[in-house]
């Protein structure tokens, strides 16, 4: 896990998509974020304590498939997710804490700073030859300033944080909010710092897995 120093971060942005406006500060206590995905392989053991159910399997969905060990666990839901982290001794991270550890003190657009989106730096642009995603951790040239790899691409992950607009964030809803973009996208705006994406908690997709988190 990398440790995050707490602070003040400026979240979100005007110029992007209306669910991340407006641009607002936020202040995060100093915490704890797995620099992995959750792999597959990391899941199978909680399926094997008998902590977590096996995810649904599909045409992308990684825990069925021999040689996806390394791969993100993906097509889990929410309560999945959160038993996971359990598992783990951990937690989800809250939406802050994701972009605290994603964006840094600079506000950057993506993970790695300005430039804008290539293969060496993020697993996406997969879907037309049905590839699925990446293995975690292998494009290292994408790290986010606090080194936590594959924030942008490969998987979008669950986050504790439901998802309200930014504007009423204490508005009633069961979707929660899904971080850095996944596999499947070729649009640049779908892979920034700041997107955000919402999902109810059955949700189950094969564009969507998690990391942990934990207190500092």
């Not at 293969?119 to 994408?142: A, F, H, N, Q, Y």
Request: charged share 30%.
């Amino acid at each position: 896990m990398a440790k995050i120093p707490g602070g003040k971060l400026k979240m979100g942005r005007d110029d992007g998509k209306k669910s991340e406006a407006p641009a607002h500060e936020v202040t995060v206590k100093d915490f704890f974020i797995d620099t992995r995905e959750v792999t597959v392989a990391a899941y199978r053991e909680c399926v094997a304590a008998k902590k977590c159910p096996e995810p649904t399997d599909d045409e992308f969905c990684n825990f069925h498939k021999k040689d996806r060990d390394n791969h993100p666990i993906n097509c889990v839901d929410f309560k999945s997710a959160e038993a996971f982290c359990a598992f783990a001794g951990k937690r989800l991270p809250t939406e802050q804490e994701w972009e605290r550890a994603a964006r840094g003190d600079d506000g950057r657009k993506y993970p790695w700073g300005a430039e804008e989106p290539n293969m060496d730096l993020l697993c996406w642009k997969r879907l037309k030859e049905k590839l699925g995603t990446c293995e975690v951790s292998s494009r290292p040239k994408g790290a986010s300033p606090y080194g936590v790899l594959d924030m942008a691409g490969n998987v979008n992950e669950w986050t504790s944080t439901k998802y309200c607009p930014y504007a009423t964030p204490s508005c009633e809803t069961e979707e929660h909010s899904g971080r850095g973009g996944s596999w499947d996208y070729s649009n640049a705006d779908n892979v920034t710092t700041t997107t955000r994406a919402g999902g109810k908690p059955t949700h189950a997709r094969d564009l969507l897995g998690l990391r942990c988190a934990k207190d500092g």
